[in-house]
């Protein structure tokens, strides 16, 4: 089982950029493929990136191409969603993710076994 902690949301003005954090606990941490998904109110979550055990294999949401990046640092049981020239439709809560039986990575939620609580985003016009 591993534990999820989310850190590094807030309040940003359009343009602006915000990096997140998602540090894991419990089983190692290199056994995971990890995503990031979010959920602004009253939509459906969202996929939003996601990279394999390895950092090999990353995907991500049309919408956010070119403007988010995503990265692991094993070591430090970590990953990072890094937020560049955010637009007010990027408000939402991001919620980092642990999949133990994917090889590469996923876009699908009901792939990840693991979720953390979540970090609101919310950038202002």
């Known amino acids: 089982q591993v534990q999820l902690v989310e850190s590094g949301g807030g309040v940003v003005q359009a343009g602006g950029s915000l990096r997140l954090s998602c540090a894991a606990s419990g089983r190692t941490f290199s056994s995971y493929a990890m995503g990031w998904f979010r959920q602004a109110p009253g939509k459906e979550r969202e996929f939003v990136s996601a990279?394999?055990?390895?950092?090999?294999?990353?995907f991500y949401a049309d919408s956010v191409k070119g403007r988010f990046t995503i990265s692991r640092d094993n070591a430090k049981n970590t990953v990072y969603l890094q937020m560049n020239s955010l637009k007010p439709v990027d408000t939402a809560v991001y919620y980092c993710?642990?999949?133990?039986?994917?090889?590469?990575?996923?876009?699908?939620?009901?792939?990840?076994?693991?979720w953390g609580q979540g970090t609101q985003v919310t950038v202002s016009s």
């Open positions: 993710a642990a999949d133990s039986r994917s090889y590469g990575a996923t876009r699908s939620p009901s792939d990840y076994d693991y």
């Open positions: 990279i394999s055990r390895l950092g090999a294999t990353i």
